[in-house]
């Protein structure tokens, strides 16, 4: 996969474990299958924009703020 992928799925396990949840918890809180989340969080796989949803809720922040940390990483 792609360095961005990469990258959104760091961003993405940062903030969950930000929250103190384990992956379990956070698939729970996103309906998604933990497997799935770890390949998310690996960047193994490309998630839909439904799927980019239900990570930002879960999260309690905005789609576009999960992908305006991309954005910023990959500018850094």
Same mark, same amino acid.
């Given at each position: 996969?792609? +360095? /961005?992928? /990469?990258?959104?799925?760091? %961003? =993405?396990?940062? +903030?969950?474990?930000? #929250?103190?949840?384990? $992956? &379990? =918890?956070? +698939?729970?809180? *996103? ?7 770890? &390949?998310? @969080?690996?960047?193994? =796989?490309?998630?839909?924009? #439904? /799927?980019? !949803?239900?990570? *930002? !809720? !879960?999260? @309690? =922040?905005?789609?576009? @703020?999960? %992908? $305006?940390?991309? &954005? $910023?990483?990959?500018? +850094?």
């Amino acid at each position: 996969m792609s +360095a /961005t992928y /990469t990258r959104f799925g760091s %961003i =993405v396990r940062d +903030a969950r474990r930000r #929250q103190g949840w384990s $992956q &379990e =918890v956070f +698939a729970e809180r *996103a309906d998604l299958n933990r497997s799935y989340l770890g &390949e998310i @969080e690996r960047g193994d =796989v490309v998630p839909s924009l #439904q /799927t980019l !949803a239900k990570l *930002a !809720a !879960a999260l @309690e =922040v905005r789609l576009s @703020e999960l %992908i $305006q940390r991309c &954005e $910023q990483e990959s500018h +850094a």
